[in-house]
């Protein structure tokens, strides 16, 4: 069964810093790590993605205050947050996109998975 546990998420004050991580089980292989964030009422929003190879992607709104990043051994992806604001605050979701049978690579099957959320308040 796949499982992606989310961990890091918090309060903190505006200007402080936290670090998420999220743990891929039950998969062959990864494809791509991904971080997405819900607040209240609002859609939900792309953030930042790592694959493989490392090649990153950062939404406009965190470029320069977030860092994405991955430990391939540990099937772990890592969200270091600083110069944290308040508009930052929301649900935060890792994503995962994955090769959940050896023969999936071969055919190209590739699927995508939800962690549950780990919850980031920023105060002013």
């Known amino acids: 069964q796949v499982q992606l546990v989310e961990s890091g998420g918090g309060l903190v004050q505006a200007g402080g810093s936290l670090r998420l991580s999220c743990t891929a089980s039950g998969i062959f292989r990864i494809k791509t790590m991904a971080w997405y964030r819900q607040a209240p009422g609002n859609e939900r929003e792309f953030v930042a993605q790592?694959?493989?190879?490392?090649?990153?992607n950062y939404a406009d709104s965190v470029k320069g205050r977030f860092t994405i990043s991955r430990d391939g051994a540990k099937n772990t992806v890592y969200l270091q947050m600083n110069s944290l604001k308040p508009e930052d605050s929301a649900v935060y979701h890792c994503?995962?996109?994955?090769?959940?049978?050896?023969?999936?690579?071969?055919?190209?099957?590739?699927?995508?998975?939800w962690g549950q959320g780990t919850q980031v308040t920023v105060s002013s």
């Open positions: 790592i694959n493989s190879f490392d090649s990153r």
């Open positions: 994503h995962v996109l994955a090769y959940y049978l050896a023969e999936d690579v071969i055919n190209e099957i590739v699927e995508n998975y």
